[in-house]
């Protein structure tokens, strides 16, 4: 299959971990967020969201933090395991435009 | 499969082909993207619709690609005479109007131009 992110940073955990994948956006204006979890030869799969007016949010195992001070994402994902080993995208969105910019993916690589 | 679908999952075409993809939405989604995404990349918007309107295009979208939503429904994306730097993975993703902005997408069609 196809291979995904090849010359992405890539952050090695073992299972059980938590792990932390961060994002710098780009553009102030940007309201609302998502992350995006891709598997080689998949289309990417949301994971969980969040809008400017949050600063964090909470999903089954995995948490965004929104810093927008800073203009900073990050995505906690808990007790990691090997299927959660893909390629991480942030994506942001401004309201009124229907474009999602995505940043650089983060690759996860999960070893048992 | 209640998902995004798109066909083919893969393309191998020669330079100056004309090649046509397929995406059909999840159903009742009103709104349909195409996005395109070279290996070590994030997707890029290429185009949108709300219903069968194209509302906006990227300027990665240069004239030998044109998009179609003509019952609101399915989407089609062409590219003609074919180049090398087109290939890549085209992404569709569609979303609700109503939702705010959560786009579910496929699984891509792998576009390679020999």
């Known amino acids: 299959g196809e291979s995904v992110g090849l010359h992405l940073p890539t952050l090695s955990v073992q299972e059980g971990d938590n792990s932390i994948i961060n994002c710098a956006y780009s553009n102030s204006a940007s309201d609302y967020f998502i992350w995006y979890k891709q598997e080689s030869g998949k289309g990417p799969q949301f994971i969980i969201d969040i809008r400017s007016n949050m600063d964090k949010r909470q999903g089954q195992r995995v948490t965004v933090l929104l810093n927008k001070t800073v203009k900073h994402l990050s995505l906690q994902i808990a007790a990691t395991q090997p299927g959660d080993s893909a390629v991480y995208f942030c994506a942001e969105n401004r309201w009124g435009f229907q474009k999602l910019v995505f940043g650089t993916g983060t690759r996860l690589l999960v070893s048992p | 499969d209640t998902g995004v679908s798109q066909d083919p999952r893969h393309k191998i075409t020669k330079r100056g082909q004309n090649v046509t993809f397929r995406c059909d939405p999840i159903?009742?989604?009103?709104?349909l993207y195409w996005y395109r995404q070279t290996l070590g990349q994030g997707p890029e918007f290429l185009t949108y619709f709300q219903n069968e309107a194209q509302l906006e295009k990227s300027r990665l979208l240069s004239d030998r690609f044109s998009a179609e939503r003509p019952k609101g429904s399915f989407s089609t994306l062409e590219i003609q005479r074919t180049e090398q730097g087109d290939s890549a993975m085209y992404l569709c993703?569609?979303?609700?109007?109503?939702?705010?902005?959560?786009?579910?997408f496929g699984p891509g069609t792998r576009l390679t131009v020999t």
């Open positions: 159903s009742e989604h009103n709104r």
């Open positions: 993703a569609s979303s609700l109007l109503s939702q705010g902005g959560e786009q579910y």
